[in-house]
Structure formats: structure tokens, C-alpha cells
């Protein structure tokens, strides 16, 4: 039989409350602020008031943090909006090659290239939102992707949907809406 925690902690002489604050910080780390992986501590990529500054506060899409998510769908279409990324490379899972499509956005930007999309690769894509209309507190926006020769590949506009409550919703090549979330993968 597993000898219990309690016992096992008594055995070995630490106190009951150092044991029990021990254990609600290993408990307190795993909390759901924590998992989110968000600046903003919401689950989705979030804004409120003037739309060009929505993204300032999102959290990292990397290959070591939300890998796998809607947030990171997110930052692909925004790739592939300004002619970094093709519609192929679309796909939720932020591997190789959308570590290098973010570098060279981030050597163009005048951003450290790391390859990470953190909170000023983040904000570098703001001045790309344009509102186009307000249907019951609904905003309906386009990002607009820059023109350029930068790659072969051209430069595209989407359209992304701000609810009331601030959360964002996005309409990549492939079809959609699919909500900006950093804790599942849906597109």
C-alpha cells in the first residue's frame, strides 16, 4: 500500500505547515493564470478600445510556448497576410518553418529575431487592424498585409471579429471563424 503524503512528510520531520505551503505552491504554479500563456492572463487573444493596439498584450506562440493553438493560427495568418508564410503553412502548430517565417519578420520589423512571437512581435502587427464596422458592440475588422517583394509569396488581407467581450475571432484562407485561443487548436 502507497504510504500517504501526510506520513510521509511527518516521517521526514518537516513541519505540517511547511509541508502544506509547499504543496499549495507547487499547486498555486500550475494555476490556470499560469497555463494560459497570456500577458493579458485571458485565454484568448483579447482588446478593448482603439483596435491597433489590441496585440500589445498577448502571449508568446513559440515551438516551446502554446505550440499548438488557435493563437498561434493567429499569428500563421498574420505571417501569411504580409508574405511570409503560405496558406499551407496554416496550421495551428508553430513549428520550423513558422519559427524562420517569424525571424525575417522580426529582422524587417527592427525586432531582436528570435523567432518567438512575444509582446512586440505581437504589437509590431496592430498598425495592420482597420475597423470596418460595429454591429452590437460586434466589431468587424480587416488586417490589411503590407505589399512588398520581400518573398514569393503575395500579400493577402483577412478579416478577424472583436466580440463585446473583447475576445477575437479570425477568418484565415482556409475558412473559419475560428476563436484566438492559447489553450486548443481547432483550424
Known amino acids: 500500500m502507497r504510504e ?16 502544506a505551503l509547499a504543496l499549495g505552491l507547487i ?17 484568448y487573444v483579447y482588446g478593448a478600445g482603439t483596435v491597433t493596439d489590441d496585440f500589445g498584450d498577448e502571449g508568446v506562440v513559440s515551438q516551446a510556448t502554446n505550440r499548438v493553438s488557435n493563437a ?5 495568418t498574420i505571417l501569411w497576410a504580409n508574405g511570409y508564410l503560405p496558406s499551407s503553412g496554416i ?6 518553418q513558422t519559427a524562420a517565417a517569424t525571424e525575417k519578420y522580426q529582422r524587417d ?3 531582436t ?27 468587424y475588422l480587416t488586417y490589411e498585409g503590407l505589399a512588398g517583394s520581400r518573398s514569393s509569396y503575395s500579400t ?10 473583447g475576445n477575437y475571432r479570425f477568418y484565415p484562407p482556409s475558412g473559419g471563424p475560428y476563436w484566438a485561443g492559447y489553450n486548443s487548436r481547432t483550424c
Open 113 to 139: 529575431a528570435d523567432g518567438s512571437a512575444g509582446r512586440n512581435t505581437w504589437s509590431k502587427a496592430d498598425s495592420r487592424l482597420f475597423q470596418r464596422d460595429n454591429q452590437s458592440g460586434w466589431l
Open 27 to 43: 499547486v498555486g504554479l500550475a494555476g490556470p493564470a499560469a497555463a494560459d500563456g497570456s500577458y493579458s492572463g485571458r485565454a
Open 156 to 165: 493577402h488581407q483577412f478579416v478577424l471579429q472583436r466580440s463585446p467581450d
Open 4 to 19: 500517504s503524503i501526510r506520513h510521509r512528510l511527518r516521517r521526514t520531520g518537516l513541519p505540517a505547515t511547511s509541508a
Open 91 to 96: 496550421d495551428g502548430a508553430f513549428g520550423a
Open 72 to 76: 498561434t493560427c493567429l499569428w500563421q
Open 109 to 111: 520589423k527592427g525586432l
